[in-house]
């Protein structure tokens, strides 16, 4: 059950209201970026401009996760020293699910992390969250690397395929930096796939025209999926658009 108001222990002054924000804000929990594109909600207090991730409002005190399959998470609140999230590989700066083995390097997972979907399906796509990319063929489409910063693996979604693969931070990056050019144009949020001018250009003069076309339109379909995943099923507020370059 959805509560749609609740309180909370982080902003006892007053009741917090469940709603989608679609301006990038600060948690005051995780200290992550949160950002909603569709149905993903916060709770929020409008007039302190307070926001909690709805993870990280209401977390769970214990949690296990498919990837550290003996490890125990706990919810910490405030974690002691430099840690970052094996996930995204950005920083921990408060909330954060920590395992609590005895074994030398915990691990740490931002609540919204924790919670990334293990697979994701969607118009005969079908993606799976790795810890590492898996495949010594297969590079991040946007950052062209296996790893997300040095010496980092870093999450990323892979297609059954074994053609298409993003870092989950990589896509949170994008989001984010295509959000503020948004901000100014007209057309709204529009999010390029990245690195794909070659591909269109090469549809445009090839006889593998057909092919390529192709491929240009899962990587938008994977995309989007990666896209849902993270911060709400986008309903005509992101548009994925390489479409754009290939009927111009
Ligand atoms: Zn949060
Ligand atoms: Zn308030
Ligand atoms: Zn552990
Ligand atoms: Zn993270
Ligand atoms: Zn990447």
Not at 109 to 133: A, F, I, Q, S, W
Not at 179 to 201: C, F, R, Y
């Amino acid at each position: 059950m959805k509560f749609t108001e609740i309180e909370h222990p982080s902003h006892p002054q007053h009741t917090l209201k469940l709603v989608a924000v679609q301006e990038p804000y600060s948690c005051y929990g995780c200290r992550q970026i949160g950002f909603s594109l569709g149905e993903r909600s916060c709770y929020e207090c409008k007039q302190c401009n307070f926001h909690l991730h709805e993870e990280c409002a209401k977390p769970e005190l214990s949690a296990f996760h498919p990837f550290f399959k003996t490890c125990e998470f706990k919810f910490i609140e405030n974690v002691q020293g430099e840690r970052r999230c094996d996930a995204c590989g950005k920083d921990v700066q408060g909330f954060v699910y920590q395992c609590t083995c005895s074994h030398t390097d915990a691990h740490d997972l931002h609540p919204c992390c924790m919670k990334l979907e293990p697979t994701l399906n969607g118009d005969g796509v079908e993606l799976y969250l790795r810890k590492k990319v898996s495949s010594s063929r297969l590079k991040c489409l946007k950052c062209k690397s296996k790893n997300v910063a040095k010496n980092f693996e870093g999450w990323s979604y892979e297609s059954n395929c074994g053609q298409y693969c993003y870092h989950v931070a990589c896509v949170m990056d994008l989001i984010l930096k295509n959000w503020k050019k948004g901000q100014t144009s007209d057309t709204g949020l529009q999010i390029m796939v990245p690195n794909m001018e070659d591909a269109v250009k090469q549809s445009r003069r090839s006889k593998n025209g057909k092919k390529v076309n192709k491929y240009l339109t899962k990587a938008i379909l994977v995309l989007k999926l990666i896209i849902s995943a993270i911060f709400g099923d986008p309903i005509g507020i992101a548009v994925v658009c390489v479409e754009q370059l290939l009927s111009s």
